[in-house]
């Protein structure tokens, strides 16, 4: 836990653990308490062989985590399967998320096919810091082999899509510009079918934008949190910025006829 103020929950993407949130957390604490939560097998958690293999129960373990530790009703950020787990809690568990960031949140129907992702992991991770990478690395040893691809199998074949109807916490897609993982249009599709999204993209930013704009990616977090039209972020960022890399990139007339073709497809097919 670090900084003080309200309270943000950070939840890792597969394999992952709070180690890959040092940069992040460290931004965000100038505004919130942030937790850096350890899912089952990730991290410093524990967990049995063969159990929290899926983003089902591993969102039935932040519950249980988050009632316990009294964080209900707060932020929750989560990057990647974090994503996922985030919308299968908040889809259940309404009580517990005050607000949801879903930083590149990944899915059966946002990623590629298994070999494919495994291909774009690989050239995505080329241009991370190597600070990060070796904290990536900490991170899947102590997951392991094993249970890493048994996540990574199990989320092929989740159902986020159909929970999306179902969260109503206020919801902020974060997208990254030149990201190889997760698909743009079944972002763009997400955040259609949540009640109340909104969603960014941030200039410059891979599959691991929280990490490599992590400054950009805070301030986004808590003028959103903090209920500030997410558009004045791009002031406050001029001002703030100096060398950091990337910015904050808002729908263009293009962009936004897209998604109202996209919103009347949608509307046919239910």
């Known amino acids: 836990m670090q900084g003080s103020g309200p309270a943000l929950v950070l939840v890792p993407g597969l394999a992952c653990s709070h180690l890959y949130y040092v940069r992040l957390q460290r931004h965000l604490a100038a505004h919130f308490e942030v937790w850096a939560y350890d899912p089952p097998g990730h991290g410093l958690t524990p967990a049995p062989p063969g159990a929290y293999l899926d983003a089902g129960s591993l969102a039935r373990h932040l519950a249980g985590w988050l009632r316990a530790t009294g964080l209900m009703g707060v932020p929750l950020f989560g990057h990647s399967q974090g994503g996922e787990v985030l919308l299968h809690l908040a889809s259940t568990s309404p009580d517990l998320a005050s607000h949801l960031v879903l930083c590149a949140p990944s899915g059966r129907e946002e990623t590629a096919p298994t070999a494919r992702l495994l291909g774009h992991l690989l050239l995505d991770i080329r241009h991370e810091r190597p600070g990060f990478l070796m904290r990536l690395l900490r991170s899947y040893v102590r997951t392991g082999v094993r249970r890493s691809w048994k996540l990574l199998r199990a989320g092929r074949h989740d159902v986020t899509f159909r929970l999306a109807a179902q969260v109503r916490s206020p919801t902020l897609i974060l997208e990254g510009e030149l990201d190889r993982v997760v698909r743009r249009d079944a972002l763009l599709r997400l955040s259609l079918l949540l009640p109340n999204a909104r969603r960014v993209r941030i200039r410059g930013g891979g599959h691991a934008l929280h990490d490599r704009q992590a400054q950009v990616v805070a301030h986004t977090v808590t003028a959103f949190v903090q209920g500030r039209p997410v558009e004045q972020v791009e002031d406050t ?23 109202s073709a996209t919103a009347r497809l949608l509307r046919a097919v239910e």
């Open 237 to 259: 960022l001029a001002r703030v910025r100096g060398k950091a890399q990337g910015s904050v990139k808002f729908a263009n007339p293009k962009e936004a006829e897209e998604e």
